[in-house]
């Protein structure tokens, strides 16, 4: 029985009735019985070269727009874009500046951009309510007073985020800053950002349509596309390459790696450079994460292929036992560039736990029957509240500390949380895992919260005033009503 019935037809309300439930189906059915198993990764010939999103400073013009692309070798599909490439094109900005948008929606239905990891005013920053009309624009006006990072951006008006993200509305927001450049890493032509979407197509369509039970397990694609394109290669040198990683797939979480006893060498997270490299054979990274990697192609053959892979990483969950490739790098050429991975990176001041006025905890492992506020469909719940655009959850002082817990324990889906509005640390994670991995040792703004799961994240809340949102960034998860409102005061 899906959970989903289950709670109907017991008609089981409040928290307490809900833990028992959820309790009832781990102990009688396994993850597959529930769900079964996604279809296969489809894999391709990986003979296309690897697309760059074009990069705009100071300003840029985007039009949501409907359009095509020919995501699938010899195929056109229609797809939503911001212009006329596949994927929108990176905004670079340095620390200090201002950035100006003006948004276009020739869309047929609502729009808005947020700008996923930066701290903006209320008003800028894309709340599902600030939303822009079919046919009208608006003027994003974007402060920069934050570290160097890879952010970014995508729409987020509620109940229609996942199918616009999924249709292709997204961009990375790289922000740079003197204590970064003063590294020298890797630029120009060996600082590769690499979004990962996965799609799926119905007869050649670009198709978003999850079912009740997609909308529990994430609605997962059978083609990973890299920058716009399913099966792409890059040629490399064989020097060293700085690949900014993006999972902007609506559910899917991949555990990256590259083959050929390549190790990657991960020196940054959400909110930019980690104090030190780590280095690891694979990483898992969830939906609105990222990750900056430094890799080494030096010592490697000319005409040599290796992949980026993602491997498996759970026996329990279905689309953790798949494993595929993502993207093909050719070794064509020698690099006369020389490069040592440097061991400091930046500086991390730690926030002071004892500095923290409040804990709150956040219960995110039910599942409500339907009797949430009018926006959410009845779904997947937060403290067994689904969203509603006009109901303020959490009230915080503005400047002030505060330890959030996400708690999961008690379920059984992927759960990656998002706060807006803030960058956090994270604390601790219990059970499951129980550990912080590489990428989660510097600031953060999404945190995966796997089943079994609870993760402590602090977080000091900015001056600006104003009603944001946490949210789970499945986003059917958050599309069924997985988001809370907060208020800074
Ligand atoms: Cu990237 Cu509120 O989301
Ligand atoms: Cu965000
Ligand atoms: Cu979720």
């Known amino acids: 029985m899906k959970r989903r019935e289950f709670l109907r037809r017991s008609s089981v309300k409040g928290i307490t009735a809900l833990t028992g439930a959820s309790l009832f189906l781990k102990a009688c059915h396994?993850?597959?019985?529930?769900i079964g198993e996604p279809n296969w990764v489809v894999q391709g010939l990986f003979d296309r070269p690897l697309p760059m999103p074009s990069v705009v400073k100071q300003s840029a013009t985007l039009h949501a727009q409907r359009t095509s692309g020919q995501l699938l070798k010899g195929k056109m599909t229609e797809i939503l874009s911001y212009g006329t490439e596949t994927i929108g094109p990176t905004i670079q900005s340095r620390m200090g500046e201002s950035i100006n948008v003006a948004l276009h929606n020739e869309l047929k239905?609502?729009?808005?951009?947020?700008?996923?990891?930066?701290?903006?005013p209320e008003d800028m920053e894309g709340h599902p309510k600030d939303v822009t009309a079919s046919g009208a624009s608006?003027?994003?006006?974007?402060?920069?007073?934050?570290?160097?990072?890879?952010?970014?951006?995508?729409?987020?008006?509620?109940?229609?985020?996942?199918?616009?993200?999924?249709?292709?509305?997204?961009?990375?927001?790289?922000?740079?800053?003197?204590?970064?450049?003063?590294?020298?890493?890797?630029?120009?032509?060996?600082?590769?950002?690499l979004i990962i979407q996965d799609k799926r197509f119905d007869g050649g369509r670009l198709d978003y349509s999850p079912t009740e039970e997609e909308i529990m397990t994430g609605y997962l694609g059978e083609q990973i596309l890299v920058n716009g394109l399913h099966a792409p290669f890059l040629s490399v040198a064989s020097g060293w390459y700085r690949l900014r990683i993006l999972n902007a797939s609506t559910a899917r979480v991949y555990n990256l790696g590259i083959t050929g006893g390549i190790h990657m060498n991960i020196i940054g997270g959400d909110g930019g450079l980690l104090t030190a490299p780590e280095t690891v054979s694979s990483i898992l990274v969830a939906p609105g994460e990222r990750i900056d990697v430094l890799v080494n192609f030096t010592d490697h053959p000319a005409g040599k292929?290796?992949?980026?892979?993602?491997?498996?990483?759970?026996?329990?969950?279905?689309?953790?036992?798949?494993s595929f490739n993502l993207l093909k790098f050719k070794i064509e050429r020698t690099s006369a560039?020389?490069?040592?991975?440097?061991?400091?990176?930046?500086?991390?001041?730690?926030?002071?736990?004892?500095?923290?006025?409040?804990?709150?905890?956040?219960?995110?492992?039910?599942?409500?029957?339907?009797?949430?506020?009018?926006?959410?469909?009845?779904?997947?719940?937060?403290?067994?509240?689904?969203?509603?655009?006009?109901?303020i959850d959490e009230t915080v002082q503005a400047g002030?500390?505060?330890?959030?817990?996400?708690?999961?324990?008690?379920?059984?889906?992927?759960?990656?949380?998002?706060?807006?509005?803030?960058?956090?640390?994270?604390?601790?994670?219990?059970?499951?895992?129980?550990?912080?991995?590489?990428?989660?040792?510097?600031?953060?703004d999404t945190v995966l919260v796997m089943p079994g799961e609870k993760v402590q994240v602090i977080m000091t809340f900015?001056?600006?005033?104003g009603v944001f949102v946490l949210h789970c960034h499945n986003l059917e998860h958050e599309d069924d009503g997985m988001m809370l409102n907060f208020r800074i005061v």
């Open 138 to 193: 608006f003027r994003y006006s974007l402060p920069i007073n934050q570290r160097a990072g890879a952010y970014w951006y995508h729409p987020h008006a509620h109940g229609s985020t996942a199918s616009q993200v999924f249709m292709g509305l997204v961009g990375m927001f790289i922000v740079n800053d003197d204590e970064e450049t003063m590294l020298n890493l890797p630029s120009g032509d060996f600082e590769i950002p």
């Open 400 to 444: 002030t500390t505060e330890i959030w817990e996400f708690d999961n324990m008690m379920g059984d889906e992927i759960h990656p949380m998002h706060i807006h509005s803030v960058q956090f640390q994270i604390l601790h994670r219990m059970g499951g895992r129980n550990q912080i991995i590489a990428s989660e040792k510097g600031w953060k």
């Open 305 to 322: 292929e290796v992949y980026l892979v993602s491997n498996r990483f759970s026996e329990y969950n279905a689309q953790g036992r798949q």
């Open 337 to 391: 560039h020389t490069f040592t991975l440097p061991q400091t990176l930046s500086h991390i001041k730690l926030i002071d736990q004892n500095t923290s006025v409040k804990t709150r905890t956040f219960d995110i492992s039910g599942m409500t029957g339907g009797e949430g506020g009018h926006g959410g469909s009845g779904g997947h719940s937060i403290n067994g509240k689904t969203f509603d655009m006009h109901r």
């Open 30 to 34: 396994t993850e597959e019985d529930m």
């Open 462 to 465: 900015p001056e600006h005033k």
């Open 109 to 120: 239905e609502d729009t808005n951009i947020h700008w996923h990891g930066l701290i903006l």
